[in-house]
């Protein structure tokens, strides 16, 4: 006889969101070092502005970046927020990447600089910060109240200097929207107050 699944525990969605994050670090690590050992082969999975077939990279430039300096820059706050964001349900957590992910490449491919190249996990970060910003007050969660207001005073500071357009090799426009992105998806993959946040 089959039943409902048992809700997850708080210990098992601390465990799998932490399994997950870590998992997902390595891997662009991985990927780097994969560049590198193949001449930077990878680099060319980036976005480059409105060539059609540029649109086949917006998920791969993603995973990607430009040297180790880059990947290190955003581990942590991939790893962090990426954990806050994953404890409210993998599956919702999965859908909010996705549409930040394709939001921003698409972005970028429209709107970046021509014969730019553009990679790198900074536009899911900057989604994310938005999505942790805003959906605590869209549930009227006041624990994600709290986490949206300790992400704001961890890394607003650096939000905004990445949102500036003055600073070169720095994909402002990718910030912007990952951000945007993120912020609209608080209120499509919002929480009922009956929804579980388990699987």
Excluded: Y
Aim: proline fraction near 6%; include cysteine; glycine fraction near 12%.
């Amino acid at each position: 006889m089959s039943g409902a699944r048992p809700e997850w525990s708080r210990r098992d969605r601390v465990k799998v969101a932490a399994r997950l994050m870590v998992g997902w670090v390595a891997l662009l690590w991985l990927l780097e070092v994969v560049d590198v050992v193949s001449g930077h082969a990878l680099d060319d999975f980036g976005i480059v502005p409105r060539v059609p077939s540029e649109l086949a990279d917006i998920l791969p430039a993603a995973f990607l970046h430009f040297g180790f300096a880059h990947v290190a820059a955003n581990s942590v706050p991939l790893l962090v927020l990426g954990f806050l964001a994953a404890l409210g349900g993998i599956r919702r957590f999965a859908a909010v990447c996705a549409l930040i992910v394709v939001a921003d490449g698409l972005g970028v491919w429209l709107i970046s600089p021509a014969h730019t190249n553009t990679a790198g996990a900074s536009g899911l970060i900057f989604g994310l910060f938005g999505f942790l910003l805003v959906s605590g007050f869209v549930e009227r969660r006041p624990l994600g109240v709290l986490a949206g207001v300790l992400v704001a005073a961890v890394w607003g500071g650096s939000i905004l200097a990445g949102l500036a357009p003055t600073q070169s090799g720095v994909s402002w426009q990718g910030h912007l929207i990952g951000l945007a992105a993120g912020l609209a998806a608080a209120f499509p993959f919002r929480r009922r107050p009956a929804e579980p946040s388990g699987r």
